[in-house]
């Protein structure tokens, strides 16, 4: 008989011993991945995020919140797919306390100040959890070697601005960039990050090559694109916040011109008889809300929108400068009303077409999309998680995405 024969029989005794000290009761299919007797339930897909802020938009500049002498119809259409919201409070923020809020789950009338090592961001909440993170626009927080840039506060890429007045050019001839593995390095043949004023060469020597709410435009479109979840990157979400100038004043040109709304062209109100600062900021509004119609038209296009909450708001009251007329545009005289538009959109999870005058501000966002992304908020934060209002549900209701 072969001399391997005897061990080989140990070892099987061996096995079978193993297997009978198992209790009689126990599923020993359940011991093989792929002869499992009950199957797993799957964990939901993740929802992407979009937030979309403008700012200074007033909450009377759009028609789906009374605006008569134009009208917005994409913002519209995103108001009469979701919720529209007649409360959304920014308590008097300015532009970096308003940030702070949205960033930190902070009460907007508290001054941020300096961000600290123990302040959670809620881009560094949905990194950590797996979420690719992006951030067009201004910050206002610090720059390169501030130790509170973007990328040091949850950002995976970031292209924009950091600080008023190069947000306020509305053709800056540069764009900060944040981009890691994007600059081959042909020596070393590996792909290094890319950190520095990118040109933009339309704007060079004064030219008004580029209209930079325009480009941001193409880059969220860029981005979203890029980060789309698929099985190639195993259903990644992302998280893009697209911070708007429109339809911000540039304060330099409403003091050296009296109009400080630069836009491409007042079209289509280029034959109205309104005065240049209504033209100008009507035509503002218009072409935001092209851009707003070219963001949902990709989604649309795309399959997209049953997987991506969006949410869209100005991220401060008008500023009164430009010469505008109350008439006109009343946002501007409101000086006691602090509301600002906010609608939410996401098909098959918030009803369409639901107006709410739920009362929330800006530091209910980071619970909202933590919760959104199935994650707790942080205790220590001031806001809370408007969900079971979206879901159209008495917020005392705990819920989580369906």
């Not at 995103?78 to 930190?104: H, K, P, S, W």
């Not at 008889?273 to 935001?288: D, F, G, S």
Request: proline share 9%; with cysteine.
């Amino acid at each position: 008989m072969n001399s391997t024969f005897y061990p080989c029989v140990r070892r099987g005794l061996l096995l079978l011993g193993i297997l009978l000290s198992l209790s009689a009761s126990a599923d020993l299919a359940s011991l093989f991945t792929n002869l499992n007797g009950t199957k797993a339930a799957a964990r939901p897909r993740r929802p992407s995020i979009l937030i979309i802020q403008c700012d200074s938009l007033g909450y009377l500049d759009l028609s789906c919140y009374g605006q008569t002498n134009f009208l917005t119809p994409n913002i519209d259409r995103l108001a009469a797919a979701g919720m529209l919201f007649t409360n959304y409070d920014a308590r008097g923020a300015d532009r970096r306390d308003a940030q702070g809020a949205l960033l930190l789950g902070r009460d907007p009338a508290q001054p941020v100040g300096t961000l600290t090592p123990d302040d959670l961001s809620i881009a560094q909440m949905l990194k950590a959890s797996g979420y690719h993170t992006g951030l067009i626009g201004q910050w206002n927080f610090g720059g390169p070697g501030s130790g509170n840039a973007p990328w040091e506060r949850g950002f995976n890429e970031f292209a924009g601005y950091f600080t008023d007045a190069e947000a306020e050019n509305y053709y800056a001839d540069f764009m900060w960039r944040y981009a890691p593995n994007s600059v081959l390095n042909t020596n070393t043949h590996v792909f290094e990050t890319y950190l520095g004023k990118e040109p933009l060469m339309g704007n060079l020597g004064g030219a008004k090559g580029t209209y930079i709410p325009d480009l941001y435009t193409r880059a969220a479109i860029k981005y979203i694109r890029n980060n789309t979840p698929t099985p190639a990157n195993h259903y990644q979400p992302f998280f893009l916040w697209l911070s708007y100038p429109t339809p911000r004043p540039n304060l330099a040109a409403a003091q050296s011109t009296g109009n400080g709304l630069p836009v491409p062209t007042d079209a289509p109100y280029s034959e109205e008889t309104w005065p240049p600062a209504e033209r100008n900021k009507a035509a503002m509004i218009t072409r935001l809300d092209t851009d707003i119609g070219t963001l949902l038209d990709y989604l649309e296009k795309n399959r997209l929108t049953n997987n991506v909450a969006v949410f869209f708001s100005s991220a401060t009251v008008p500023q009164k400068v430009g010469g505008l007329d109350p008439a006109f545009f009343p946002s501007v005289v409101s000086t006691n009303d602090v509301r600002l538009p906010m609608i939410a959109w996401w098909p098959r999870h918030i009803p369409a077409g639901q107006t709410s005058g739920y009362h929330w501000t800006p530091a209910d966002f980071l619970p909202t999309a933590a919760r959104i992304a199935f994650l707790d908020a942080p205790t220590n934060v001031a806001g809370t998680s408007i969900l079971p209002v979206l879901y159209g549900r008495p917020l005392a209701s705990a819920s989580t995405p369906r």
